[in-house]
């Protein structure tokens, strides 16, 4: 059974940068895609960012520049670090292995 766990979300404010991290169970790990997902108060869930296993990334258009994932395959890790931060970044942020894996989320919170 694979778990993930999102860690590092908060309150900043606008301009201002936070790095979220997930760390996996299990094996497979390094043989999955990862996403970044966000979810804000009355709106659908949205694919920010993914990576595939071998390691290439998409974003979502609004964050081209200013968001960047990684994966430590070693550590079974994925993160993502957030410059440059705007109020409509608010929401709860979830990272998934695939479909089929998701983590609880974190709420990362951006006032202007």
């Known amino acids: 059974q694979v778990q993930l766990m999102e860690s590092g979300g908060g309150s900043v404010q606008a301009g201002g940068s936070l790095t979220l991290s997930c760390a996996a169970s299990?094996?497979?790990?390094?043989?999955?895609?990862l996403g970044w997902y966000r979810q804000a108060p009355g709106k659908q869930r949205e694919l920010v960012a993914s990576?595939?296993?071998?390691?290439?990334?998409d974003y979502l258009d609004s964050v081209k520049g200013r968001f960047t994932i990684s994966r430590d395959n070693a550590k079974n890790t994925v993160y993502l670090q957030m410059n440059n931060l705007k109020p409509e970044d608010t929401a709860v942020y979830y990272c998934?292995?695939?479909?089929?894996?998701w983590g609880q989320g974190t709420q990362v919170t951006v006032s202007s």
């Open positions: 998934a292995m695939g479909i089929k894996y």
């Open positions: 299990g094996s497979i790990f390094r043989l999955n895609p």
């Open positions: 990576i595939t296993s071998g390691g290439n990334t």
